[in-house]
């Protein structure tokens, strides 16, 4: 027989926002509030997103962990990325949670990230607190917006339990909730007050040995490895002897250099880690998320952390064009390789092959925004690679039929724009499942959508609605397989030659379409330079300088006055090539290219593909 206890000292909670909804601010009032900061301390805000990319987009992209202090008990607070191609992080995260806070917008309600992290919570079973921000906006609805979320959480199958949350009402800007929608808060007191009522204090073992579950790693300077964990059972000292199980049930012995807990946003060193604190053991090598670490003498595994399969696969290559090695610091395959593998032990969403010719690597993962997200901190690191396009992960059902990823989007958008969006959405074999006209100017609608449809869709559905429209997202699961569509019914401009491109020559180009390189850039035979009018890719030479004769002109020359060039971003590049195109990613720059350089070889190829069709 168990002997249940439980830790009435702690209190372990994760945050589930959707993008912009307030979580971060909100976790920086708790901060200010519970005396994490002295009274004189300058503090910046958003705290916790200490990435410089979650820093300029405004979104949490790595779950992170930080504590608080109230009347007594220490406070765990999980901080969860809202997005759903995050969703490896929320399944770790919430590993470590014994209750939930679910943040909702007062006038926006609660949007599809929500609902993929929210099912999350619920089938872990933990208790909720909704609170529902923001209510001093101009069109907040909060009483509707309340409703919205018993909707959704009958939706999502909660038992009566779960059902029964308790409801607060925040402006997380200016630090204040109330448990009414009457008067005015004065602090976030209800908010602690929720926590230490509602959630269950950790329960344990009280006669079972020392075991923790890794659901996180961290890296230091000056100690190495760090396993992050929730303690499951026991007590652990700094100096224990312990062992590591992981997915092969082999345990290997360990040494444990320094033992720390979270105290505010900063780590503090201890002597000892309580069951349901989540601790940080230093001085570990080979450990990965799920491992299960307990004493030499009772070596007893936990259950692995489980996460959902990766459902986009991407190339990620070494770069092999003419301009390679003039921008980064790493170039070469085995760096890339050791960096990608990195990746994988701390993000468990992510997963790594090897291909044939051992110069690029299958990266699969959640969706094309993760993908973006990872090229772009490697490009910040000073790496030079090559990446294809996001192609999604097909599957056989037990019948042999071909199945896909398939997603329910959730559109919201002015009247107006309603048309172009459900004819593109068709168009990529997308069914309109639902359609809500509130009657005043804008319509919410629900469209079932393959995944492969969306990728490179979002860049064009907010030129549709003239940036007016919001479209939101969730992984529904695998279905059958929609049929071809068209990914791009426009051609490449592709350079022919190598050279500097020239006011004169990009001039004369700009009546076949858009393009991307301006004066000065450096060209290479094969380089994609614009976007062609029609269907079929042009080579062309955008490095021809006007030829010059000792004839007199009778009138001046025409200035060459060129259209602006919009830049070129990571993501509007992957959405962007097709098959046989990829994208160069340098510290400096970010390039379109054809998958083969040379203009004759590509001409040869598609000769021999209309043989062989024909």
């Known amino acids: 027989m168990k002997n249940i206890a439980r830790n009435e000292l702690l209190r372990n909670i994760a945050i589930i926002a959707h993008v912009d909804h307030g979580k971060t601010t909100l976790v920086d009032g708790l901060f200010r509030q519970s005396g994490v900061f002295r009274e004189n301390q300058q503090v910046s805000d958003r705290v916790m997103d200490n990435m410089d990319l979650e820093r300029e987009r405004g979104i949490t992209i790595a779950a992170k962990n930080c504590s608080v202090r109230w009347k007594g008990v220490k406070i765990n607070i999980i901080d969860t990325p809202g997005h759903a191609d995050f969703g490896g992080e929320v399944e770790r995260s919430l590993a470590m949670a014994g209750g939930a806070i679910l943040l909702v917008d007062a006038s926006e309600g609660p949007l599809p990230q929500t609902r993929f992290v929210l099912k999350k919570a619920l089938d872990g079973a933990l208790p909720i607190i909704v609170i529902v921000n923001k209510i001093d906006r101009s069109d907040a609805r909060p009483e509707e917006v309340l409703n919205e979320v018993y909707d959704l959480f009958i939706d999502l199958g909660a038992n009566e339990e779960q059902l029964e949350f308790p409801v607060l009402y925040a402006i997380g800007r200016e630090g204040i909730a109330q448990t009414t929608l009457e008067g005015r808060g004065e602090n976030l007191h209800p908010v602690f007050d929720a926590i230490i009522e509602k959630i269950p204090a950790p329960s344990y073992d009280a006669d079972a040995p020392f075991q923790m579950i890794v659901c996180d790693l961290g890296y230091s300077d000056y100690v190495g490895r760090l396993a992050i964990g929730k ?38 060193s201890v002597d000892e880690a309580t069951p349901g604190d989540i601790a940080v053991l230093a001085g570990i090598d080979d450990v990965h998320i799920g491992d299960t670490i307990c004493t030499k003498d009772f070596p007893q595994a936990l259950p692995r952390i489980t996460v959902d399969e990766p459902t986009v696969s991407m190339r990620f290559g070494i770069n092999t064009s003419p301009l390679a090695g003039r921008e980064g610091k790493f170039v070469q395959s085995n760096k890339i390789r050791e960096r990608l593998l990195k990746e994988s032990l701390q993000n468990v969403a992510i997963r790594i092959e090897e291909t044939e010719d051992r110069e690029s690597f299958l990266v699969k993962g959640r969706g094309e925004f993760q993908m973006a997200i990872i090229i772009e901190t490697m490009r910040r690191e000073g790496f030079e690679l090559t990446v294809g396009r996001p192609e999604v992960i097909y599957k056989r059902d037990e019948n042999g039929k071909l199945t896909e990823p398939i997603e329910r989007v959730y559109v919201d958008c002015d009247e107006t724009f ?24 804008r319509v919410r609608i629900e469209f079932s959508v393959p995944s492969r449809g969306l990728i490179g869709y979002r860049d064009e559905f907010l030129t549709d609605t003239k940036g007016t429209g919001i479209m939101n997202s969730y992984l529904e699961g695998y279905g059958e397989y929609r049929g071809d569509f068209p990914t791009r019914f426009n051609g490449s401009i592709v350079a022919d030659r190598s050279g500097v491109g020239v006011a004169y020559g990009i001039f004369n180009l700009e009546p076949r379409g858009e393009m991307f390189v301006v004066p000065g850039d450096p060209l290479y035979e094969g380089m994609i330079v614009g976007e062609h009018t029609r269907e079929v890719d042009i080579n062309v030479n955008p490095a021809k300088e006007k030829k010059l004769t000792n004839m007199r002109a009778s009138g001046k020359d025409e200035a060459c006055t060129l259209t602006p060039v919009k830049p070129m971003t990571l993501e509007r590049a992957i959405h962007f090539i097709r098959e046989d195109e990829l994208v160069e990613v340098t510290p400096l720059s970010i390039r379109l290219r054809k998958a083969v350089l040379s203009a004759q070889k590509r001409h040869t190829s598609r000769g021999g593909a209309k043989t062989e069709s024909e």
């Open 418 to 441: 309603m048309g172009v969006v459900t004819e593109k959405l068709s168009i990529r074999k997308g069914r309109m499942v639902n359609l809500v006209n509130n009657g005043k100017g």
């Open 231 to 268: 303690v499951v059972n026991g007590t652990v000292k700094s100096s224990d002897s312990m062992v590591c199980i992981g997915e092969s049930g082999t345990p290997k012995a360990l040494k444990v250099t320094k033992l720390q807990v979270y105290d505010g946003v900063q780590l503090a």
